[in-house]
């Protein structure tokens, strides 16, 4: 696997031990890792909007200019795919880093062994994305990656599959098509009804009796679903977001 990551922090001194220790990760987790360091937001910022292919940001919160939740949110408009992890001495951000999906915060001084855990994480769900599963169409079969998948829809022995670019009609069940995503990317999908399957990652809001997607789409919620969604969804985002 190769990930190309990027630190942006005004300290030299933390540019290099994080530097360091992701390099350490890398050569014993057996990753090639392709590291860039930057010392302010604008030059980030600058060299992402040449080439936008970083898979992984440590982005310092508090920097002279630019903050990172400022470049985190122009970054996070166009690419929901990278992973962003804040790094900071002053625990009162945690809200920002919601509006940007952010993995996890690290306190500084960052130890080595929070960042090997983070970065660990972050590698996982890079992995999670180039997941795919093969839907049988009309009259072809397509290769959908799992992580663009909103919501399935059941109706009778057929479904409709929702992506974040296009629907498609998809001539299995349901319950096909959850064995498929479950074997593909474990439990990243649940049940909100009998006939509706959605991406927990997807979920903006939920209510007693509806889920709202962030595409603006509302599927029903059942009362039976309702606890299990409910924890599904607020496990996933605290798990996105969090404190060492």
Known sequence: MEI?????DDSPETLRELSGAAADWAKQENIALSLETFSSAEALLFRYEERPDFDVLLLDIEMPG??????????????DRVQIVFITGYPDFIAEGYEVAALHYLMKPVSRQKLGEVLGRAAEN????????????????????????????????????????EELAVRESISAVEEKLREADGNTF???????????????????????????????????KHQAVYQAFVRWFKG????D
């Open 190 to 224: 649940i049940r909100t009804h009998r006939s509706c399957l959605v991406g927990i990652r997807y979920i903006q809001s939920l209510s007693k009796t509806e889920v709202v997607l962030d595409n603006g789409r509302r599927v029903p919620l059942s009362r039976g």
């Open 66 to 79: 630019e903050n990172g939740v400022a470049l985190a949110k122009k970054i996070r408009q166009e690419n």
């Open 4 to 8: 190309r990551a990027a630190i942006c």
């Open 126 to 165: 890079l992995r999670r994305e180039e997941q795919s599963v093969l839907l049988s169409t009309e009259g072809a079969v397509r290769r959908v990656p799992v992580h663009r998948i909103l919501l399935v829809e059941a109706f009778a022995h057929s479904c409709t599959v929702t992506t974040d670019k």
């Open 240 to 243: 996105e977001a969090s404190w």
